[in-house]
Nanobody
């Protein structure tokens, strides 16, 4: 499975962005998806996860209420809508796939495939 994240950019504090993660390759298996981010000098952190059907989502407390994860299985694409962006949201954002797993996970080790990341920069 190959994952391609896109949609990052340079925005002002308070703006919104929608990231996309397109999956290709062996996408016939059920897979849960997650979004993570890594800021300069910090470890990668969990943001959000969604199960295969899209009926269950979980979020990190730091983004709950501002970020929304969703998916369109017909397009093999997962989205991360980010509202009210803050300078501390500046990071490289990664999507990840957890194959043969109906449920998502907040743990990096549970994911089998990772995209290359897309940069989000929020200015104050």
């Amino acid at each position: 499975v190959q994952l391609q994240a896109s949609g990052g950019g340079f925005v002002q504090s308070g703006d919104s962005l929608r990231l996309s993660c397109a999956a290709s390759g062996r996408t016939s298996s059920n897979y849960a998806m997650g979004w993570f981010r890594q800021a300069p000098g910090k470890e990668r952190e969990f943001l959000a996860t969604i199960n295969w059907s899209g009926g269950r989502t979980d979020y990190a407390d730091s983004v709950k209420g501002r970020f929304t994860i969703s998916r369109d299985n017909a397009r093999n694409t997962v989205y991360l809508r980010m509202n009210r962006l803050k300078p501390e949201d500046t990071a490289v954002y990664y999507c990840a796939a957890r194959l043969r797993a109906g449920l998502g996970s907040p743990y990096e080790a549970d994911y089998n495939y990772w995209g290359h990341g897309t940069q989000v920069t929020v200015s104050s």
